[in-house]
């Protein structure tokens, strides 16, 4: 058993009572490799914001949980050796599905792990949340649940609505599983395409696709019946279009992709949303400057220096995030 203490980590208790009194959010950042991790680490670094390292079922598969786990170790050094004095790092399981899983997250020194049991009867949800907030206590971990299923492409308006959260439900979630934050549907849902064109509407000057709002009424109704409880937003890139029409223009085919407009983000962010999950828009990245080194220099090979710029145009991205949409900039100093 590693305690993540040792590790110079920290739970989410703090971060997010913090946040939530503060009126931003945390960010929680997906990482599968050194380059995303690096990049997490500088922007938050250089920003002094407190940072959610996350880790998907994707990413243990890919790069390995045992590896990942002390390259998140290793994050905490690598922050402190950026000139960041008490890094707040969080090291967090994304989309946990079992607690056998959970468990082994804790034992390897994750600060906090998620149960998603969003897909299961409520009952079975609450039992088994209230089963990994148990295990996860014992080791001052925190635990995040979710509540309410995220919209799939595939869904219609009306089959979303119907997906999103149930504010009369919440108290009595929380209560029973004692869980330390909630994830909710507003809307958000994962991936690059968020809406199909024709839950859009369109610009008429630019022609690009406008989705619908999220549902702030039902984020209301939430948080008057939690008064400051975390709230997590799961979902929620904005799959920058620029990004889109460069990958579009250079061999890619990312047809009508669309995300969260930022300006929706950043008045969640003032509510008791603490903590908003992107992953989608540093792949869009990734592949956006993976894309450019490739078509103006053809004759490039080191992977350097096409993951190089890829990892500068992270950096970018996540900075602009933390300060232009979260708000989380100088909470860690
Ligand atoms: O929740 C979804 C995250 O973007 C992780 O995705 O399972 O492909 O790593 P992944
Ligand atoms: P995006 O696909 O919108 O980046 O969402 C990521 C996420 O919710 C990870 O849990
Ligand atoms: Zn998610």
């Not at 998620?114 to 409520?122: C, F, T, V």
């Not at 009306?158 to 919440?170: G, I, L, M």
């Not at 009595?172 to 958000?188: E, M, P, Q, R």
Request: aromatic share 8%; with cysteine; glycine share 8%.
């Amino acid at each position: 058993m590693v305690s993540y203490k040792e590790l110079g980590l920290v739970n989410t208790r703090a971060m997010f009572a913090k946040a939530v009194k503060g009126g931003y959010a945390i960010p929680a950042f997906n990482f599968n490799n050194m380059e995303q991790l690096q990049a997490i680490v500088q922007a938050a670094a250089e920003t002094k914001s407190p940072v959610i390292l996350q880790i998907s079922k994707g990413a243990r598969n890919y790069a390995n949980q045992t590896l990942l786990r002390y390259m998140a170790e290793g994050a905490v050094q690598y922050a402190k050796e950026l000139g960041w004095r008490r890094p707040q790092i969080v090291l967090h399981l994304d989309h946990g599905d079992s607690y056998e899983l959970c468990k082994s997250c804790i034992q390897m020194g994750f600060s906090s792990v998620m149960i998603d049991g969003s897909s299961l009867p409520y009952d079975e949800n609450v039992a088994l949340t209230k089963k990994v907030v148990r295990y996860a206590h014992r080791y001052d971990v925190t635990v995040e649940a979710e509540l309410g299923v995220l919209a799939g492409v595939e869904d219609e308006v009306s089959a979303e609505e119907s997906h999103y959260t149930k504010p009369e439900e919440v108290i009595d979630f929380v209560t029973k599983t004692g869980c330390d934050s909630l994830a909710i549907s507003i809307g958000t849902s994962h991936g690059a395409y968020k809406f199909k064109p024709e839950q859009c509407t369109r610009d008429p000057k630019t022609g690009k696709l406008v989705p619908p709002p999220l549902a702030f009424d039902v984020l209301k109704q939430i948080e008057k019946k939690l008064p400051g409880f975390p709230i997590v937003l799961h979902g929620s890139s904005s799959v920058p279009q620029e990004y889109v029409d460069y990958i579009n223009a250079h061999g890619g085919k990312l047809p009508d992709a669309v995300g969260i407009p930022e300006e929706q983000l950043r008045k969640a962010s003032k509510s008791a949303v603490c903590k908003i999950n992107i992953d989608s828009d540093s792949r869009l990245a990734m592949t956006a400057a993976v894309r450019k080194v490739f078509f103006e220099k053809p004759g490039e090979f080191d992977p350097r220096k096409y993951l190089g710029p890829a990892r500068d145009e992270m950096v970018k991205l996540y900075k602009h995030k933390i300060i232009n949409v979260l708000g989380s900039d100088g909470h860690a100093k």
